[in-house]
């Protein structure tokens, strides 16, 4: 069974850091896209970042400059290290990959 | 970037409706285009991608139209589960932008 499973979430103070992890198994062979997506409490779906075909990184306007998204190819996973982080990150974060999401993982600024 | 608009951003309808939502995008996208369903407290689920390749598992009364700038998707015969909301996202170019979404709810 294809699943993917998203951790790290949390609360931390304006400014702090945390670290998101994506486990993506049962999948025959990688996805050219990882990508991370983000739901603000009450609101519409966010498009946060893409690791593109393992080698290019793409960020929204809104997280380029604090957040890094990375990837970890031998064990399908996926992780965005969120620095500098603003009650506006405030929000559940999903991964997804071959069109399959996980859970999401909260995170309160 | 490329802007994602759908409408209408609510719906009322009943069991058995055909039910119709639309997607327009500032800029051709081709067919770089995805369809999710989202319910309450729930991650969203893919139903259509390649603007109209339905996703394995998913229900044949969902269909995907369109190329370009234009994108419809339609629901033949609502069914009491496709209550939710759902957004359209392009992923033809960065940054990938979705739709403000459209709730579906019951007449």
């Known amino acids: 069974e294809v699943q993917v499973v998203e951790s790290g979430g949390g609360l931390v103070q304006p400014g702090g850091s945390l670290r998101l992890s994506c486990a993506a198994s049962g999948f025959t062979g990688a996805d050219k896209y990882m990508t991370w997506v983000r739901q603000a409490p009450g609101k519409g779906l966010e498009w946060v970042s893409t690791f593109d075909s393992g080698v290019s990184a793409y960020y929204a306007d809104s997280v380029k400059g604090r957040f890094t998204i990375s990837r970890h190819n031998s064990e399908n996973t996926l992780y965005l290290q969120m620095n500098s982080l603003r009650v506006e990150d405030t929000a559940v974060y999903y991964c997804t990959t071959k069109g399959v999401w996980g859970q999401g993982t909260t995170v309160t600024v | 970037d490329i802007q994602m608009t759908q409408s209408p951003s609510s719906l009322s309808a009943s069991v058995g409706d055909r039910v119709t939502i639309t997607c327009r995008a500032s800029?051709?996208?081709?067919?770089?285009l995805g369809w999710y369903q989202q319910k309450p407290g729930k991650a969203p689920k893919r139903l259509i991608y390649?603007?109209?390749s339905l996703q394995n598992g998913v229900p044949s009364r969902f269909s995907g139209s369109g190329s370009g700038t234009e994108f419809t998707l339609t629901i033949s015969s609502l069914q009491p589960e496709d209550f939710a909301t759902y957004y359209c996202?392009?992923?033809?170019?960065?940054?990938?932008?979705f739709g403000q979404g459209t709730k579906v709810d019951v007449k």
């Open positions: 996202l392009q992923y033809n170019s960065y940054p990938w932008t």
């Open positions: 390649g603007a109209s």
């Open positions: 800029q051709g996208i081709r067919n770089d």
